[in-house]
């Protein structure tokens, strides 16, 4: 709204827990989302959250497109932006974490890997195809938290930049996670607050956060 925005063309969840969902249903509502998009895993765990059966009746009830998509899927979101479906498969038989959407957008020849709130048995997998895991700016998985598989992963996508998405108190996977990657920048929020992410047209990267974090 402060940006004079009356309309969001689609929203995508990643997964349905509910710190990734939770505000999808009143966006809906305010700005006229005509589509949302999921994984194909997604419906199978709606069983698990009240949440879920709350937005997929605000889905039902104003007439919303739904879309589903697995790995492999390539999308073209307009203005040259596309987003390659890298997680999950179909039939992917594993938690709600494990089975989000792990998402690689391009633009301008740069690369940010959204991983969701994989786990160990996602990431072991991504992993035997490390090539699609290289990117410019990487969102740490599951809120900048250590799997056995981490290292690995992070030397497969041998980001410029991490972003993690956290609250205030880090756990003991959390550390470990900023122990793996003390060797490059990395924007926690609750140090930074929001962190944006730009990419301009000639494929110059840039984040910003909006607290300056320590030397």
Same mark, same amino acid.
């Given at each position: 709204?402060? *940006?004079?925005?009356?309309?969001?063309?689609?929203?995508?969840?990643?997964? #349905?827990?509910?710190?990734?969902?939770? /505000?999808?249903?009143?966006?809906?509502?305010?700005?006229?989302?005509?589509?949302?998009?999921?994984?194909?895993?997604?419906?199978?765990?709606v069983a698990e959250n009240p949440s879920n059966e709350a937005l997929l009746e605000t889905i039902r009830d104003r007439r919303v497109?739904?879309?589903?998509?697995?790995?492999?899927?390539?999308?073209?979101?307009?203005? #040259?932006?596309?987003?390659?479906?890298?997680?999950?498969?179909?039939?992917?038989?594993?938690?709600?974490?494990?089975?989000?959407?792990?998402?690689?957008?391009?633009?301008? *020849?740069?690369?940010?890997?959204?991983? /969701?709130?994989?786990?160990?048995? /996602?990431?072991?997998?991504?992993?035997?195809?490390?090539?699609?895991?290289?990117?410019?700016?990487?969102? /740490?998985?599951?809120?900048?938290?250590?799997?056995?598989?981490?290292?690995?992963?992070?030397?497969?996508?041998?980001?410029?930049?991490?972003?993690?998405?956290?609250?205030?108190?880090l756990s003991q996977k959390q550390r470990q996670f900023d122990r793996i990657a003390r060797d490059r920048p990395h924007f926690r929020?609750?140090?930074?607050?929001?962190?944006?992410?730009?990419?301009?047209?000639?494929? #110059?990267?840039?984040?910003?956060?909006?607290?300056?974090?320590?030397?």
């Amino acid at each position: 709204r402060s *940006r004079g925005r009356s309309h969001v063309d689609e929203i995508w969840l990643s997964h #349905g827990d509910y710190d990734h969902m939770s /505000a999808a249903a009143e966006l809906i509502r305010a700005y006229a989302v005509p589509r949302v998009i999921t994984s194909t895993e997604f419906d199978d765990h709606v069983a698990e959250n009240p949440s879920n059966e709350a937005l997929l009746e605000t889905i039902r009830d104003r007439r919303v497109s739904m879309q589903q998509f697995h790995r492999n899927a390539h999308v073209s979101v307009g203005k #040259g932006v596309t987003l390659d479906v890298l997680w999950p498969p179909e039939n992917a038989r594993l938690d709600s974490n494990n089975t989000g959407l792990v998402l690689k957008l391009t633009y301008a *020849r740069r690369t940010i890997l959204f991983p /969701a709130d994989i786990q160990q048995p /996602a990431l072991a997998a991504l992993l035997r195809l490390p090539d699609a895991l290289r990117c410019d700016v990487l969102i /740490a998985p599951h809120h900048g938290s250590s799997e056995p598989g981490t290292a690995a992963f992070l030397r497969a996508a041998d980001p410029l930049y991490i972003v993690s998405s956290n609250d205030r108190t880090l756990s003991q996977k959390q550390r470990q996670f900023d122990r793996i990657a003390r060797d490059r920048p990395h924007f926690r929020t609750h140090q930074c607050g929001a962190v944006t992410i730009e990419i301009d047209r000639n494929g #110059g990267v840039n984040v910003k956060p909006f607290i300056p974090p320590p030397p």
